[in-house]
């Protein structure tokens, strides 16, 4: 996009203001417009969030912020995480006593981090409030848009009523309209009007409920201390065939908590709170000595019981005018942490391309002939097409691992062919680094490879692990092995049990 062109973000969230400040470096003229109030202001949260919470930022977002083009953004951001170099399983033995078991999930010790949703999205948000060529507008609910006129409306909301009243309608013009504006992204509702987008969704059944574990307070009146009351750089998960309950740390040594679990359970749980602190006895053991029966009644009954809703559409854009990124085009299931991931990394590729046509633009003679079709509504309703015909793809691979990842998650954590494949594909990581072996859940989290790639060199690690099986099963040094395994099986069986795990 060569010259500046008038861009409006819908959606302040932590998509919609990366994009903006992506545009906003390119030298556009920038507006954004966020239904809810500015999350700076105090007492604002995160829409069906019931305060700032924690989320797991991998690669893929931080190269978002590292292709910014905005000095220091990336450190701001990062110095308050706290890496998560694993999980840790909790649960119980059969002789009833409980135990923690930790997983790294990189053999060459690379972290996620937890991540203040809420902080990330204030810095960006403070860097767009200095930038002369941008304009934020908090309260604005987009309502209308024609993608043919480049037109859009938008509710005004009076911020100051807890009664969301309608102050007035507004109409504004632009030329590229970027969609974040999340799940049930009205930017796609209206541009389902004008291409022949499909569109699929799917709520699974189950819903989450958020839980705080407070952390131990030693105040002194100098220096109050925080002290975690489980490991800080573990994700915590209580797996559990049907159910799973999460936590993650946050720097002021409190852990979000997450409870997934089927719905007619919440409807049973639900009819009877007082239930609540033996559920969790039975199902998550140790979590009642970390957050006091009340308190799980508390949060349980207060906080909201919300759906989880998995999407894919395709193209995501219309002509030279809209495109549609982050939850607005791809809303995935959170069990393989990606969600806000994956829509940092669409605004890095989406701005790639744009910037590679609009090159194009720069390139050609403006005396030429030829100069009509290279305008930069030409070049980038040629970028908008690129960028739709690349990235749905891998934006459907990640939306079917994270699918898939919560089976893995509640119920394939503790099983031994599992654990035992991923001991192989990192020993082949370690000791044979040339073939280029890792495991899946590296490739998704600590590379910036597309996921669709992922999948296919999982995939094909995955078959030569079989055919070296069998190929081994079929040699005498095997039926050695197997005499001497059988002797010392009680051995292995400790070894394994040692191993690391680690898919999230
Ligand atoms: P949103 O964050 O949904 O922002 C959209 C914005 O648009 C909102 O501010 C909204 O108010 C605004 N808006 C909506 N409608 C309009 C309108 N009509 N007009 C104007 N503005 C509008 N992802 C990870 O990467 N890692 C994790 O660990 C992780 N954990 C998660 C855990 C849970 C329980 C859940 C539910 C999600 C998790 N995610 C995680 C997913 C992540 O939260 C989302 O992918 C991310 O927030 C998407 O960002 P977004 O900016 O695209 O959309």
Redesign the pocket.
Known sequence: MGKPQKIVV????????LAALYAAQRGHDVEV????PD?RDPGTI????TRS??????ER?INAMRHAGQPGLLEHVMASTIPMRGRMIHGRRPNGTLFEHSQDYDVKGRAIHAID?AGLNKRVLDILDDMPNVKLFFN????GADYRTCKAW?EVQDSNSDNVSRAEEIGISFDLMIG????????RYHLMKFTRMNYQQEYIDTL?C?FQLKPVRTDTAAEPLSRFRISPNHLHIWPGKDFMFIA?PSDDGSFTC?LFMPSKEFSDLESDTSKLPAFFDSHFPGVTDLIPAEELIESFNSNPH?P?ISLKCKPYHYGSSCVV????AH??V?FY???????MEDVRILFSILDKHAQMDETNDPASEATTSTTPAFQRSLALAEYSAVRPADAHAINDLALQNYVEMRASVLSTRYRLRKFLEEFMSVHFPTLGWQTKYSRVSFSNEGYMDVIRKSDAQGRALVRSFFALAASPFAVTAALLGYKYRRSIGNILRALPNGYP
């Open positions: 819908v959606g302040a969230g932590p998509v919609g203001s417009y966020e239904l809810r999350l995160p829409l069906n969030f919470i924690n989320l797991a930022i991998s977002g949703r604005h609910k987009l309502t938008f974040a504006d999340g799940a049930h992204s009205a930017v989450w958020e993650i997450t919300l989880l990124v982050g939850d607005a809303a995935m959170p942490g990606q969600g806000m991931n994956a829509g």
